[in-house]
């Protein structure tokens, strides 16, 4: 339910209650003066009017004061708790879908059934909206009625009569109304707050002298009441409460004692009861009410049925007090007080529930349960796209937004709103499961609907469970995540990664905006640029060359030097200008962690390579994805979804944009041929249905798939070596005819598009398009895996890890021979490394224990690294430290291959197996480009470390030039940017911010070297 719902039944049946209690009471002091009942009614609906401002304004603070100590489920847990983590037996489990039968011999997916035109919960959800169109035309009636007033009083005409100011002297009034005589058979009545008017049939002269005063009392006694605001007051409330029946029904019997109580007026002013009785009964009989209802809400005139009035005019034991002040507040202070704790119920329930993620069909991404903890009952299924929450302080359980929707959009989830994604549950646990079983480590998978550019599916592979992070993420748990090579908390799916053949369909269409998308090129092995001689994949493979294309056939052959000679004949800045059209190079904003890529052109080598000149190599190689390229899977699933929509570019989205689809561009309205994108279509049809096609095993009977393969070149540093790792893609979209998926599949670590990519591809759009419409279907959570190198580690560590205990005796032991001036910190024992750090009275006692404890770890089977000890600044006192690693023959030691050096000694010393697991973690974690060839490892001194919560130090130092390129390998030019500007404050240190909290600091060094520090921040994942 969201807010407004809930604001809504909250003011129904709290304004029912005070409704309800003021009839009871009402009717319970039926013999009471009317002018006195009168106030009971004037004050329920005051009440009803001022409910819904207390409910919002009372917070759960006022009521329930806070408690001093935080509940036990809100402490941080230590960081020496090790967590076991869960293998599952097999893959994760996703919900298999429902299929339906669908006909072997026709492409074309099953008529959708058709869909109601409302749900139960658009209804629900909708009433909100319902309430406020009604309440609006009531208002509106309003309105209407002070038009029509302001039109009667133009066609009436005005009148005099002398008695009028006489009887306001005596009743009090202070302005005399307006006078106006209406026709013979008008009925008598006033309105107006601020400019009272009065109208008086025709011939009201002719009345007898005692029939006209009691009729100017009666009148003008509302006036003295301020009965015509009260009217406004009421009605209004009458307007926002419409779906009442009870508001109905107290301003009935308000209007009712309102007569009364001015008939009580005229009879204490000593007017006879029988000549006003017969009075009432000849009015009733000769004159009318004013016509049309609008004009009767907001005048002062017949409401009560005339024999009730009488009969209260004539029954003398009838009270008729006047109604006094010190009555009416007492009235008010008893309603209030009645009142207030009605509307702070609301607030004695608690802060309101924090709102739930659901997907385009309600399923619950992200809910709060009862107890108040944030909840992911899918657990890893979408958790790059939802995010998680954190506390927003250590006594405070209210949870904040920390990462992705939670983040995005956590003022609506705090004020208890639901949020709906248009991502698809189903379709997401079919890509992810289908990634799975296909044996995918990392990888990514982007599904869009092309019609709208609403994202149905992003995957992104390894997965993490966001529910570790609530209410806040333990240390071990963080260290588990932060040294997983795999990096389970990168969401891939907005991260750029060189596409390779993938991109050639942009190339494409910026040929067809060029104006040579018909043009025919020729494909001899090879072409040269410069010195530079750039082969096909044909000649490498065979001396072969594929002749002449044009681009359906070169899209088919992936022909490298076709697109080579195409893209140099489009030109780069063609290029350039027509992936900024799809998205490429630019942010589509739809996570904070989105990468823009890099499409390179002249413009960006200026700003980035400053030292290098483009040239048409580079043309050549940016034509098919290579080199400098970079594009993220959502940018490439956009990229298909611009063919399967024939050239109109969506801007993709995970929030429904209310019925309203949001395009980027329409190239075919800007000039590109409509037929030559189709010819670019056809070639991504023939690239799964052709002979030669290289997506073949995406061919299905059920549906026909178009796309475009892609395989890019890349290395990956495992343990210190550099090993490949290339880049499998395939996009495309289905079906061909009319397109209602569009996707994105990317696999790190594969061998070809076709074969890793293509099968993915073809089960995830056959059982998208196998679900029934209605949204049903059951979808399971997801478990988290290990990755392959972690998994490798894996028990040798646990092996290690379990052997703490006798560590830590062991040290306790040389501790107490070493005497008590040696202060240990607590032992850290996790992922098969061991830590001890402490402080000795001086360098005697800190070498004596490390001898004492490399004594007692000779049958530990560990490799030490035991940096110089630091001295402290009373000149006595040393700080050291020893790190262990398990050294065990299936632990697969970390390689040695790199020259570590000490900031203390300045020589080389033996390799820190620590400090460069930390440089891997870092570089993994953050996607850091490798260090420059020059660089050098240093280990961090304590002083140098920053303040806070930090860990995972490295530092290294290199050449200033290569310490520049560096940056600009690692970080995007927003951040580069961002990091110089905010550093302009800090003399000649810089700092700069790189994805996944991590920092990099660089200063002078010695000479024209410069040193960076990078580390990484507990601060936004861990709460304090």
């Known amino acids: 339910m969201n807010a407004e719902l809930d604001l809504l039944s909250q003011a129904a049946l709290k304004g029912s209650a005070v409704l309800l209690a003021a009839l009871v009471a009402g009717w319970a002091l039926r013999r009471l003066a009317a002018s006195r009942r009168y106030a009971i009614w004037m004050t329920a609906m005051l009440a009803l009017a001022v409910l819904p401002l207390a409910m919002v304004s009372l917070p759960a603070w006022r009521v329930i004061p806070k408690s001093t100590l935080p509940p036990d489920w809100m402490v941080l847990e230590p960081k020496e708790v090790v967590e076991a983590v869960e293998m599952p037996a097999e893959a994760s489990a996703v919900a298999e879908p429902v299929i339906q039968a669908m006909p072997v011999t026709t492409p074309q997916p099953p008529a959708e059934p058709v869909k109601p035109v409302w749900t139960w919960n658009e209804i629900i959800e909708g009433l909100p909206m319902l309430w406020l169109g009604v309440a609006a035309l009531m208002l509106v009636r309003l309105a209407w009625s002070a038009v029509r007033l302001v039109r009667l009083q133009r066609r009436v005409t005005a009148g005099a009569c002398e008695e009028i100011a006489a009887v306001a002297d005596q009743l009090g009034l202070k302005h005399v109304p ?62 926002l409460h419409w779906f009442n029946p009870l508001a109905w029904l107290t301003l009935r019997q308000m209007r009712a004692d309102q007569e009364r109580a001015c008939d009580d007026a005229v009879l204490r002013h000593g007017v006879r009861a029988s000549e006003y009785a017969q009075a009432l009964l000849d009015l009733s009989r000769h004159n009318r009410v004013a016509p049309g209802l609008a004009l009767c809400a907001l005048t002062i005139t017949r409401c009560a049925p005339v024999e009730s009035r009488v009969r209260a005019v004539l029954d003398a034991k009838c009270s008729r007090d006047a109604l006094t002040l010190r009555w009416l507040a007492g009235m008010t202070a008893l309603a209030m007080l009645l009142m207030l704790p009605v509307a702070m119920l609301h607030a004695i329930e608690g802060p309101k529930l924090r709102g739930r993620i659901l997907d385009r069909h309600g399923v619950v991404l992200a809910e709060t349960t009862k107890e ?162 750039m082969q096909c994949w044909i000649q490498r493979q065979n001396g072969g060359k594929h002749g002449s294309l044009k681009m359906p056939q070169a899209l088919v052959n992936t022909c490298s030097c076709f697109w080579y000679q195409f893209g140099n004949a489009a030109g780069i800045e063609k290029i350039e200008k027509l992936g900024a059209r799809v998205g490429f190079g630019t942010r589509y904003g739809i996570s904070e962690n989105e990468s823009s890529g890099i499409l390179p052109s002249p413009r960006w080598m200026k700003e980035n390579q400053p030292n290098n000149k483009w040239s048409e190599g580079y043309t050549a190689n940016t034509s098919i994805g290579q080199a400098m390229t970079l594009a993220t899977p959502l940018q490439m699933a956009v ?216 004594q007692a770890a000779r049958a530990w089977q560990v490799e030490w690294s035991i940096p110089v000890p630091e001295t402290l600044s009373d000149g006595q006192r040393v700080r050291f430290t020893m790190e262990a690693e398990d050294a065990s023959p299936d632990a697969k030691p970390i390689s040695k291959n790199i020259r570590l050096k000490t900031k203390s000694a300045d020589a080389a010393i033996h390799p820190n197996p620590t400090l460069l697991k930390n440089w891997q973690t870092l570089q993994g974690r953050a996607g850091l480009a490798d260090l420059p060839a020059t660089a050098v490892l240093h280990e961090v001194a304590e002083r140098d470390k920053p303040g806070g919560q930090h860990g995972g130090f490295v530092s290294f130092t290199a050449a200033k030039d290569a310490v520049r390129t560096w940056l600009k390998a690692s970080l995007s030019a927003e951040r580069l940017e961002r990091g110089e500007q905010a550093s302009a404050k800090l003399g000649t240190r810089r700092l700069y911010l790189a994805p996944q909290q991590c920092w990099i600091q660089v200063q002078p060094w010695a000479g024209d070297t410069e040193r960076v520090i990078a580390y990484w921040s507990f601060r936004i994942l861990i709460a304090k």
């Open 639 to 854: 990229l298909a979804a611009t063919l399967a929509n024939s050239g109109k570019v969506p801007e993709p989205s995970l929030q429904a944009n209310k019925g309203e689809t949001i395009w980027r561009a329409d190239l075919t309205a800007e000039g590109l041929p409509a037929a030559q994108i189709e010819q670019l279509r056809e070639g991504m049809r023939l690239v799964v249905q052709g002979e030669n096609g290289t997506a073949k095993a995406a061919q299905s009977a059920k549906a026909i798939i178009a796309g475009k393969t892609g395989t890019a070149q890349n290395w990956r540093r495992i343990d210190g070596k550099r090993v490949e790792d290339n880049h499998a893609w395939f996009i495309g979209f289905a079906p061909y005819d009319k397109p209602t998926l569009a996707f994105a599949i990317l696999k790190n670590g594969g061998k070809t598009g076709g074969g890793d990519c293509a099968p993915v591809a073809k089960r995830i759009v056959e059982e998208a398009l196998a679900l029934p419409a209605d949204g049903s279907g059951e979808v399971k959570a997801v478990e988290t895996s290990e990755g392959r190198l972690n998994a490798l580690r894996k028990t040798s560590w646990e092996r290690f890890d379990k052997r703490k205990a006798e560590f830590a005796r062991q040290i306790k032991a040389a501790q107490a021979a070493c005497g008590q001036d040696l202060v240990l910190q607590p032992l850290q024992v996790w992922g098969g490394r061991l830590s001890i750090r402490g402080e000795a009275s001086g360098m005697i006692q800190a070498l004596d224990f490390r001898k004492r404890i490399l």
């Open 372 to 533: 108040k903890v944030r909840h992911y009952p899918l657990k890893a299924l979408a958790a790059h796209v939802i995010g998680y929450t954190g506390k927003t302080k250590h006594d405070d359980p209210t949870p904040m937004g920390r990462s992705e929707i939670e983040k995005a959009q956590n003022e609506p989830l705090s004020r208890g709103m639901d949020v709906k994604l248009t991502l698809d549950a189903r379709i997401q646990s079919i890509a992810h499961r289908a990634m799975l079983d296909a044996g995918y480590e990392r990888g990514a998978a982007v599904v869009l609907d092309p019609r709208t550019g609403e994202v149905l599916a992003m995957v992104s592979l390894p997965v993490h469970d966001p529910n570790v992070f609530i209410p806040s993420i333990s240390q071990a748990n963080w260290e588990k995540l932060a040294a997983d090579l795999d990096n389970p908390l990168m969401n891939r799916c907005v991260r750029g990664f060189t596409p390779g053949s993938a991109f050639m369909p942009l190339t494409g269409l910026a040929g067809i905006a060029a104006g040579i998308g018909e043009q025919s090129f020729t494909c001899e092995g090879s072409v040269r640029y410069g010195s530079a001689e």
């Open 178 to 239: 307006r006078l106006f005589v209406g026709a013979a058979d008008a009925v008598p009545m006033v309105w107006g707050v601020w400019k009272p008017c009065l109208l008086l049939p025709c011939g009201f002269e002719s009345w007898s002298t005692e029939k006209r005063r009691g009729v100017l009392l009666h009148e003008l006694a509302h006036l003295k009441r301020r009965d015509p605001l009260a009217l406004w007051l009421a009605q209004t409330v009458k307007a």
